[in-house]
């Protein structure tokens, strides 16, 4: 168990370096002549800040990482950033991109195809997707793009399997939660079996709260597990019924970074069966 703490803190090192610049030519950090990217959120941002030598490129997410899409209006601050981006990168579906009208010469709009790139098989899919399309953007810098692709895959893989024996090790593997659908996926990739989902909170009704609530004690569901974004108390009165821990989990990376927010969230499910 150490030893993979110690790999994956190394692997989030690393991977902050990249964001950071380490690669990156000297004195060019924070030029006034780099290139701004700015996409919908703190998931496109980690992967575009990773592939992109920060020298040259500087990326601003619009949606802060606890909001959710479907309720972000889009400001006019951020309408000026997007005005002035030399391209606009966003998942398709983003309701408050799409309001703001924006010049589809300069415009990237990538298709989850349902996935979660939380999840770290998504994850890599979207790193390679999006070396491809940037390298078609920026030809000059198509080599390093490359480069820095191989390196963060590498990372993640490393980071993510890290995460998963930390689960096993904990005897947690197959264990039966009840949680929301947008967190569905990581937590299969965790190794817990999702017997129950659900919806966001404003569609929560109490018919359905005694639904999944009987679900959870016929499957002897060891906790519910809520996604932030979409309604941090949308399960909290299944788990009051059942007597069992509530979790609430992010779906967009943190400031701290993708391998960071993964971690945090697997100790958070971590601690909660602790207690």
Known sequence: MAQDAVVLAMAAIVLLCILSGCSGKPGEAGSSEARTIVVSDTILSEIIAALLPSGRYRVE???????????????????????????????????????????????LVIDPEGRNW???????????????????????????????????????????????????????????????????????????????????????????????????????VIMVVDNIQSGPDAGKGIAETLRAPHVVLTNFPSERGYLATLQENVDALLSAVRK
């Open 118 to 220: 939380m999840v770290p098989d998504s994850y890599v899919k979207g790193l390679t997707l999006l070396a491809e399309q940037l390298s078609k953007h920026f030809p000059e810098d198509g080599a390093e793009i490359a480069r820095r692709k191989e390196q963060a895959i590498l990372l993640v893989k490393k980071g993510s399997e890290a995460l998963v024996q930390k689960v096993t090790g904990a005897g947690l593997s197959g264990k039966p939660v009840i949680a929301s659908s947008m967190q569905k996926e990581p937590l299969e990739w965790m190794g817990f079996m999702v017997v129950a989902e659900y919806g966001r909170q404003e569609a929560m009704s109490t018919r359905e709260v005694v639904r999944l609530a009987d679900i959870g004690k016929d499957r002897g």
């Open 61 to 107: 997410s619009i949606l802060p990482p606890g909001q959710c899409p479907g309720h972000y209006d889009v400001k006019l601050t951020d309408i000026e950033k997007m005005k002035k981006a030399v391209l606009i990168v966003s998942f398709r579906g983003m309701s408050f991109m799409e309001k703001a009208e924006l010049d589809d010469r300069r415009q």
